[in-house]
């Protein structure tokens, strides 16, 4: 089965930390990617990161955020330091399979940001 499942969000206050993590299962990840919408706005994408470790990010986040994964858990994290208000919404992984045009979407987490 298909899976990907997001963990480690949260309840922060600005200027704290949090670690997201993304694991895949039934399928081997090639490209991955973190994205987020808040309440009443599109979901938009935050970083990227390729199997060979090549990384993007929003500018919103540049210098803040870090994307990596771990292809021998077939897992993806986002280290989200300085956090602010702004930050605040479901954060969701997505990922493409291997060899294939499919793409595979997480259930959510949430962050929330207080000021």
């Known amino acids: 089965q298909v899976q990907l499942v997001e963990s480690g969000g949260g309840l922060v206050q600005a200027g704290g930390s949090l670690r997201l993590s993304c694991a895949a299962s039934?399928?081997?990840?090639?490209?991955m990617g973190w994205y987020r919408q808040a309440p009443g706005t599109q979901r938009e994408w935050v970083a990227s990161?390729?199997?060979?470790?090549?990384?993007t990010y929003a500018d919103s986040v540049k210098g803040r955020f870090t994307i990596s994964r771990d292809n021998a858990k077939n897992t993806m994290y986002l280290q989200m330091n300085s956090l602010k208000p702004e930050d605040t919404g479901g954060y969701y992984c997505?990922?493409?399979?291997?060899?294939?045009?499919?793409?595979?979407w997480g259930q959510g987490t949430q962050v929330t940001v207080s000021s």
């Open positions: 997505r990922a493409q399979g291997r060899g294939t045009l499919s793409t595979y």
């Open positions: 039934g399928f081997s990840p090639d490209a």
């Open positions: 990161i390729s199997r060979g470790g090549i990384t």
